[in-house]
Nanobody
Framework: QVQLVESGGGLVQAGGSLRLSCAAS????????MNWFRQAPGKEREFVAR????????EYSDSVKGRFTISKDIARNTVYLQMNSLKPEDTAMYYCNANRAAYNFWGQGIQVTVTS
């Protein structure tokens, strides 16, 4: 069982920045691919960014590419999502996800609200 705890969300004006953190704990949690998803009210959960276990490979959705950066502190077993140039359409509940083979774990989610 991998436990994920998100932090860093909040309210920000358009054009501003926030950094989300996801602290992972549990057996072999450092070997998981780590992902950020988000879900806006009335919409389906969507993929935002991914980083592999070693922190070398990263992927982003088209909607955040160039504005968001995912990174990993291996020593702290924590994944970060630096969000710059935020837009009102980035408003959503953001979820951290750990995934490897058939294993899939989710954090409780954290709210990000961007005002215009």
């Amino acid at each position: 069982q991998v436990q994920l705890v998100e932090s860093g969300g909040g309210l920000v004006q358009a054009g501003g920045s926030l950094r989300l953190s996801c602290a992972a704990s549990g057996p072999a949690s450092s070997g998981y691919h780590m992902n950020w998803f988000r879900q806006a009210p009335g919409k389906e959960r969507e993929f935002v960014a991914r980083i592999n276990g070693s922190g070398v490979r990263k992927e982003y959705s088209d909607s955040v590419k160039g504005r968001f950066t995912i990174s990993k502190d291996i020593a702290r077993n924590t994944v970060y999502l630096q969000m710059n140039s935020l837009k009102p359409e980035d408003t959503a509940m953001y979820y951290c996800n750990a995934n490897r083979a058939a294993y899939n774990f989710w954090g409780q989610g954290i709210q990000v609200t961007v005002t215009s």
